[in-house]
Structure formats: structure tokens, C-alpha cells
């Protein structure tokens, strides 16, 4: 089992920067891939990036492309998504996820199908 916690999430204006942690907790000797995705009130949930941990593959959504850095700490068994130049289109719960013990990070925007752990959210709210 894995545990995931996330925080960092706040209040911002557009144009603005947040960073996002995530830290793993339990089985994380077998980490293969940390996620974040994002849901949005009255939409699905969608994948914002992913990597590879370990590796640190790091692989994102048309959306992040250019705006959001996803990042790890291998030691502290943690990963970060600094989102710069927000916009009130970001405002989201972003949640954690992570795949393990098997499995590999799926080229482009990550799938809710392949992770099985997840974390409670972590509340972004960008106002204009």
C-alpha cells in the first residue's frame, strides 16, 4: 500500500505561481510512476503530468506544457508540480496518484485508469 499526501495548494491571482507537493508513504520502495491530476467544478477529473520516479521521465498534458515543471525527490519519496502564470482556468482540486508495485508512466497526458493510489487533494483556486 501506498499512502500519498498532498499540499501547497491556496488562493492565487492570475499570473501567479504555486508549487504542489506530494509525499509517499508506505510501499515506496516500488514507486514506478507519481501523477497529478486535476478536477474542476462540473468537469472530470483529468491528468496534468507525470514521471517516472527514479528516472525522473517526466511527461505532460497539452494544458501544462510550458507553464507547469513536474519534479521529484527521490529521498524524501516526494514529487512537486510547480504551476507558474496561472489562470482561473487552473482552479481545481489537484490530486496525487501513484503507480506501483509494477508499470511505467504512459507517454502524454496520464490516465486515471493506471494508477491505483491517490490522495485527498489539494485545493487551487486562481481568481482574475
Known amino acids: 500500500q501506498v499512502q500519498l499526501v498532498e499540499s501547497g495548494g491556496g488562493s492565487v491571482q492570475a499570473g501567479g505561481s504555486l508549487r504542489l507537493s506530494c509525499a509517499a508513504s508506505?510501499?515506496?520502495?516500488?514507486?514506478?510512476?507519481m501523477g497529478w491530476f486535476r478536477q474542476a467544478p462540473g468537469k472530470e477529473r483529468e491528468g496534468v503530468a507525470a514521471?517516472?520516479?527514479?528516472?525522473?521521465?517526466?511527461y505532460y498534458a497539452d494544458s501544462a506544457k510550458g507553464r507547469f515543471t513536474i519534479s521529484q525527490d527521490v529521498a524524501k519519496n516526494t514529487v512537486y508540480l510547480q504551476m507558474n502564470s496561472l489562470k482561473p482556468d487552473d482552479t481545481a482540486m489537484y490530486y496525487c496518484?501513484?503507480?506501483?508495485?509494477?508499470?511505467?508512466?504512459?507517454?502524454?497526458?496520464?490516465?486515471?485508469?493506471?494508477?491505483?493510489?491517490w490522495g485527498q487533494g489539494t485545493r487551487v483556486t486562481v481568481s482574475s
Open positions: 514521471i517516472y520516479f527514479g528516472d525522473g521521465i517526466a
Open positions: 508506505g510501499y515506496t520502495y516500488g514507486l514506478k510512476c
Open positions: 496518484a501513484a503507480r506501483a508495485p509494477w508499470g511505467t508512466c504512459r507517454n502524454g497526458r496520464p490516465r486515471e485508469v493506471d494508477f491505483p493510489y
